[in-house]
């Protein structure tokens, strides 16, 4: 069972940086993509960045040049520095997965993959902006 884990939300003030990371368990194809998202109150989710396996990175319009997107393969595990905050960033931030799924066959004793990508998702933590 994939699961993520969000941690690095909180409060401050406009101008300041936080670090947000999650970190990725289970089994899933080591060839994915993995984002950050976020939905502000009364507003529909929106792409924050993404980064491929290959290290290939994404970003929404409203965050190219404040937020850098990283990831460690070894571990599983993605950071989003946020930098240059503005009230606008506050929202809830998830964590996205995007893979096939891997599951072991005793019969071969070697694994195989979903043939579909599946989204998974983090439970979200709290960003706010404000002075």
């Known amino acids: 069972q994939v699961q993520l884990v969000e941690s690095g939300g909180g409060l401050v003030q406009p101008g300041g940086s936080l670090r947000l990371s999650c970190a990725a368990s289970g089994s899933f194809d080591s060839r994915n993509i993995m984002g950050w998202y976020r939905q502000a109150p009364g507003k529909q989710r929106e792409l924050v960045a993404t980064?491929?396996?290959?290290?290939?990175?994404n970003y929404g319009d409203s965050v190219k040049g404040r937020f850098t997107i990283s990831r460690d393969n070894a571990k599983n595990t993605m950071s989003l520095q946020m930098n240059s905050l503005k009230p606008e960033d506050t929202a809830v931030y998830y964590c996205?997965?995007?893979?096939?799924?891997?599951?072991?066959?005793?019969?071969?004793?070697?694994?195989?993959?979903?043939?579909?990508?599946?989204?998974?998702w983090g439970q979200g933590t709290q960003v706010t902006v404000s002075s």
């Open positions: 980064i491929t396996s290959g290290g290939r990175r």
């Open positions: 996205n997965l995007d893979a096939r799924s891997r599951s072991y066959d005793p019969e071969s004793g070697g694994y195989y993959y979903a043939s579909d990508e599946e989204d998974y």
